[in-house]
T-cell receptor
Framework: NAGVTQTPKFQVLKTGQSMTLQCAQD?????MYWYRQDPGMGLRLIYY???????DKGEVPNGYNVSRLNKREFSLRLESAAPSQTSVYFC?????????????FGPGTRLTVL | AQSVTQPDIHITVSEGASLELRCNYS??????LFWYVQSPGQGLQLLLK??????LVQGIKGFEAEFKRSQSSFNLRKPSVHWSDAAEYFC?????????????FGGGTRVLVKP
C-alpha cells in the first residue's frame, strides 16, 4: 500500500516550458487535492477534485490546469511555467470531500523555474 | 474566510525539554482543527485533529493539543522532545463547505532539537 505517490520528485524548467505533475493514490479515495508550499506561507490549495469527474479551483489556481484522469490519478499541468511557480507541490487525497476527513499527502515535487 | 496564524517561525528546544507550538485561528463557526508534521524531504503526516467534544486531544508520537474557544487557539504540546521531533509543524483549520474539503494552513513552525 503505497498511499499517495508523486512524480517526478524534482524538476527544473525554463520559463515558458510546460510540464505535468503526476499524482496517484491507492487508497480508493474519492477526493484529491493539489497544494503548493512556499516558505512562510504554509500550503495553499491550487485545485481539488471532490470526486471522479469533477474539479474545482482552490485559493491559487492561476497558471495551472488539472485533470482527474480516473479515481486514482489527478494531474497538475503548468502550460507556460513562470519563476513565480517555483515551489514544492504536494498532492493529497481523502476518502470524501468533507472538512473533518483526514487528508493524506504525497512526498512532494520540488519544482524550480529559471 | 478562515485563517490560521502560527506566531513562531522557528523554535529551538533541548532534547528532553517540553515543547509548545502556538496556533491561533479565525473562523466564524466551530472549526475543525488539525496539526500536521513534515519531516525534512517528506510529505505531511497528521499528528492529531479536533472536531468536537473533549478539548484536550491526544495524537501520535506523544503529542497533544488543547482547543480553547475563548482564545481561538489550538496549541500543540509534547512533554519531552526527542531528536526525531525536529521537523516543521503546521496547524490547519477546515471549514464546512457545500463541496470540497478545504484546509487553510498556517505558515508553519520549524522545530530544531539541540542534543
Amino acid at each position: 500500500n503505497a498511499g499517495v505517490t508523486q512524480t517526478p520528485k524534482f524538476q527544473v524548467l525554463k520559463t515558458g516550458q510546460s510540464m505535468t505533475l503526476q499524482c496517484a493514490q491507492d487508497m480508493n479515495h474519492n477526493s484529491m487535492y493539489w497544494y503548493r508550499q512556499d516558505p512562510g506561507m504554509g500550503l495553499r490549495l491550487i485545485y481539488y477534485s471532490a470526486s471522479e469527474g469533477t474539479t474545482d479551483k482552490g485559493e491559487v489556481p492561476n497558471g495551472y490546469n488539472v485533470s482527474r484522469l480516473n479515481k486514482r490519478e489527478f494531474s497538475l499541468r503548468l502550460e507556460s511555467a513562470a519563476p513565480s511557480q517555483t515551489s514544492v507541490y504536494f498532492c493529497a487525497s481523502s476518502e470524501i470531500a468533507v472538512s473533518y476527513n483526514e487528508q493524506f499527502f504525497g512526498p512532494g515535487t520540488r519544482l524550480t523555474v529559471l | 474566510a478562515q485563517s490560521v496564524t502560527q506566531p513562531d517561525i522557528h523554535i529551538t528546544v533541548s532534547e528532553g525539554a517540553s515543547l509548545e507550538l502556538r496556533c491561533n485561528y479565525s473562523y466564524g463557526a466551530t472549526p475543525y482543527l488539525f496539526w500536521y508534521v513534515q519531516s525534512p524531504g517528506q510529505g505531511l503526516q497528521l499528528l492529531l485533529k479536533y472536531f468536537s467534544g473533549d478539548t484536550l486531544v491526544q495524537g501520535i508520537k506523544g503529542f497533544e493539543a488543547e482547543f480553547k474557544r475563548s482564545q481561538s487557539s489550538f496549541n500543540l504540546r509534547k512533554p519531552s522532545v526527542h531528536w526525531s521531533d525536529a521537523a516543521e509543524y503546521f496547524c490547519a483549520v477546515g471549514a464546512w463547505e457545500a463541496a470540497g474539503n478545504k484546509l487553510t494552513f498556517g505558515g508553519g513552525t520549524r522545530v530544531l532539537v539541540k542534543p
